[in-house]
């Protein structure tokens, strides 16, 4: 295992120090998750830290006027403060925060779904694709004539012009990614359990990765998972001309973006620009999980 302790970057050291403001040493109970694959402590497993509300502060009193938040020309990092829940067209009974959009200058729409009791969202705009993945509670899909049981850690992908229709009897936290189809392909309504994904080979890097939707040219986005236990570290600084959004499901760690260093936590999303020199490792006592999406078969010429 590749250590955060044996990379020597001494120019790190001051971005390393912001950890101290991370929470402090996790409990017994929170050790049971240094296995990220199974999951710990029973069959369900719940991002109830990634849908934590915008008023807890992380250990800083809610001191007014601080955020963690931070927005340049090439990344944007939203903390779990700064979220603005509002209403959105198309959803009922439930208020959504937006992340990332094309206003941002990205190429795609990253948002969170609050769904309350007897609430739904309807299909995505014409031309329009989109993943959900539930975070907390359970929704449901009408597909056809099936209605599609979403547990917690799972998700579903909605080809463009889609009918289908997501809902929720008791509520439900989603992530929702959405993107102007531009494959010109045929892809296809799927769902899935994360879990259920196959892990697949990484090296020389030491994570574990899953990716949620088949590699074909059919799609123009993936959605990966990737796993961190504590001190393990992205071993290449990746510099490309992809597209990403993150958003942190377990654990903590710090993210470089550019020449800047973010102490991140469950809950934290990021917004990273092609080209912007990105890295992470994971600290603390427990494992680490985020979700990004990434542009895949976008040419880089027309994209």
Not at 67 to 85: I, L, M, P, Q
Not at 158 to 173: I, K, M, Q, R, Y
Not at 216 to 245: A, C, R, S
Request: charge should be negative.
């Amino acid at each position: 295992m590749k250590s955060i302790g044996n990379i020597g970057l001494g120019s790190v050291a001051a971005g390393l120090a912001l950890c101290a403001i991370l929470a402090p040493l996790a409990s017994a109970a929170e050790l049971c998750g240094l296995e990220p694959t199974p999951s710990c402590g029973g069959d369900i497993r719940e991002y109830s830290a990634a849908m934590r509300p915008s008023d807890e502060a992380l250990a800083f009193d809610n001191l007014p006027g601080f955020t963690r938040s931070a927005s340049h020309f090439d990344h944007a990092v939203v903390s779990v403060e700064s979220r603005v829940w509002a209403g959105q067209r198309g959803w009922k009974k439930a208020t959504t925060a937006h992340i990332v959009s094309p206003a941002r200058g990205a190429n795609f729409a990253m948002y969170l779904a609050d769904m309350g009791e007897e609430s739904s969202g309807e299909p995505a705009a014409a031309g329009v694709e989109r993943f959900a993945m539930v975070l907390t509670g359970e929704a449901s899909v009408r597909h056809g004539k099936k209605n599609i049981q979403l547990g917690p850690n799972s998700y579903a992908y909605f080809p463009p012009n889609s009918t289908d229709v997501l809902s929720s009897e008791d509520g439900a936290g989603l992530l929702i990614y959405e993107r102007l189809y531009s494959a010109g392909g045929k892809p296809v309504f799927s769902h899935g359990e994360v879990e259920e994904s196959p892990l697949l080979p990484t090296g020389p890097e030491v994570f574990k990765l899953r990716k949620l939707l088949p590699q074909t040219t059919d799609y123009d986005f993936n959605v990966h998972i990737m796993d961190f236990q504590p001190g393990e570290y992205l071993w290449v600084k990746e510099v490309h001309y992809n597209q990403h959004g993150l958003l942190l499901l377990e654990g903590k760690g710090i993210y470089r973006l550019g020449d800047k260093w973010y102490p991140v936590q469950a809950g934290d999303a990021i917004w990273m620009a092609p080209y912007v020199p990105q890295w992470y490792a994971a600290l603390g006592s427990t494992p680490t999980r985020y979700v990004i999406y990434k542009d895949t078969t976008v040419d880089p010429l027309l994209g």
